[in-house]
T-cell receptor, first 111, second 115 residues
Framework: SQQGEEDPQALSIQEGENATMNCSYK?????LQWYRQNSGRGLVHLIL?????REKHSGRLRVTLDTSKKSSSLLITASRAADTASYFC???????????FGKGTLLTVNP | DTAVSQTPKYLVTQMGNDKSIKCEQN?????MYWYKQDSKKFLKIMFS???????INETVPNRFSPKSPDKAHLNLHINSLELGDSAVYFC??????????????FGEGSRLTVL
């Protein structure tokens, strides 16, 4: 069954602005991951945050995790046109080890 | 060098046919996966192999049969193709064992169209 739900489904911003995407999930997790998928391409891993972590940074990416609310957010700062892609959150459950994906957020960064 | 490579990239076939998609990874990973992405971009896990052993087998019709001849290869054979099988199929691999699932490395996908 589907675990993560991203919000919003689509986001359109101007270059230089920040983009925030949210993910909610239903059951306990071992870790939560964010992936990017450019149109017609495979998924690329961006960042992994474990259930005992609250925040993680990687370059222009900032991920937060709130296990009490079962939610995570991905912030992309100073966005670029090349950031245009679909972004997926994925969770690894506490009792199973499958990586389960949400439906994704389509981010469009306009030059 | 491509880390996870799938062939073919595109596959168009008639209903009722049998087809295979091949996947190879040169990363030395022990765990490999097949995911299906539908037209709404929803990704669903189908199978996972750890060192040639099947460890995840989701509720997938038995027309789908994975085969792992060695830990670097995971092929997907589909019998009696149906219209609903049209999707993009992604192969992935992971350095972790299935019991410590971390980052997945994905191939570029194989778009299957059943007419």
């Amino acid at each position: 069954s589907q675990q993560g739900e991203e919000d919003p489904q689509a986001l359109s911003i101007q270059e230089g602005e920040n983009a925030t995407m949210n993910c909610s999930y239903k059951t306990s997790i071992n870790n939560l991951q964010w992936y990017r998928q450019n149109s017609g391409r495979g998924l690329v891993h961006l960042i992994l945050i474990r259930s005992n972590e609250r925040e993680k940074h990687s370059g222009r990416l900032r991920v937060t995790l709130d296990t009490s609310k079962k939610s995570s957010s991905l912030l992309i700062t100073a966005s670029r046109a090349a950031d245009t892609a679909s972004y997926f959150c994925a969770t690894v459950g506490g009792s199973n080890y499958k990586l389960t994906f949400g439906k994704g957020t389509l981010l469009t960064v306009n030059p | 060098d491509t880390a996870v490579s799938q062939t073919p990239k595109y596959l168009v076939t008639q209903m009722g046919n049998d087809k295979s998609i091949k996947c190879e990874q040169n990363l030395g990973h022990d765990t490999m996966y097949w995911y299906k992405q539908d037209s709404k971009k929803f990704l669903k896990i189908m199978f996972s192999y750890n060192n040639k052993e099947l460890i995840i087998n989701e509720t997938v019709p038995n027309r789908f049969s994975p085969k792992s001849p060695d830990k670097a290869h995971l092929n997907l054979h589909i019998n009696s193709l149906e219209l609903g099988d049209s999707a993009v199929y992604f192969c992935a691999s992971s350095p972790q064992t299935a019991f410590n699932t971390g980052e997945l490395f994905f191939g570029e996908g194989s778009r299957l169209t059943v007419l």
